[in-house]
């Protein structure tokens, strides 16, 4: 069970993200999600959304002192190349995926909700560039009650955003 902590800064976060949007003046949609159905193979699964136009927001955690952290746009059917691009780009030797508790400390978001929009300016964004090629996306709301469709586009107008060749790769 969530605390009452969680719970708010979760809608909280999801505020901030539907300030950015109305801020940004792009058309989006809010859609609905069970919050059990959050993560984005269940969601995809379940809303039948594919995995080619529903992105991840997944923090990467540079393994320096101090720790560098980037959160990473990426579309479902790929997987963050961490072991490559990421951590050549931050410039460390070891990089990792944040954990579930510094995502929440950064963000102020749950994994499953986590979404590019309203993060803090101080966490560089970087976009996976397929994610630019859809005519929308379907993104995390902030909390793990909305998703948020959108046009790729809205990564022109957000604050410390890098589009990156190549930050993703195909699996297998």
């Known amino acids: 069970?969530?605390?009452?902590?969680?719970?708010?800064?979760?809608?909280?976060?999801?505020?901030?993200?539907?300030?950015?949007?109305?801020?940004?003046?792009?058309?989006?949609?809010?859609?609905?999600?069970?919050?059990?159905?959050?993560?984005?193979?269940?969601?995809?699964?379940?809303?039948?959304?594919?995995?080619?136009?529903?992105?991840?927001?997944?923090?990467?955690?540079?393994?320096?002192?101090?720790?560098?952290?980037?959160?990473?746009?990426?579309?479902?059917?790929?997987?963050?190349?961490?072991?490559?691009?990421?951590?050549?780009?931050m410039g460390v030797k070891k990089c990792s995926f944040a954990s579930a508790e510094e995502t929440r400390a950064l963000t102020g978001m749950e994994i499953g909700g986590v979404t590019a929009l309203g993060l803090p300016a101080s966490l560089p964004l970087w976009v996976d560039s397929r994610v630019m090629q859809p005519d929308y996306v379907i993104l995390g709301g902030g909390s793990r009650s909305i998703k948020i469709k959108v046009s790729p586009a809205v990564f022109n107008l957000t604050p410390n955003t890098t589009i990156i060749e190549g930050l993703a790769v195909e699996p297998g």
């Open 1 to 89: 069970m969530k605390d009452q902590h969680s719970e708010s800064s979760s809608s909280d976060a999801a505020s901030a993200t539907l300030t950015a949007l109305a801020d940004f003046g792009i058309e989006h949609e809010v859609l609905d999600c069970d919050p059990e159905l959050a993560d984005t193979a269940v969601f995809c699964e379940h809303y039948g959304i594919p995995l080619s136009i529903s992105a991840n927001v997944i923090v990467a955690a540079g393994k320096s002192n101090p720790r560098q952290y980037a959160a990473c746009v990426l579309l479902a059917s790929t997987r963050l190349d961490v072991n490559k691009s990421v951590r050549k780009r």
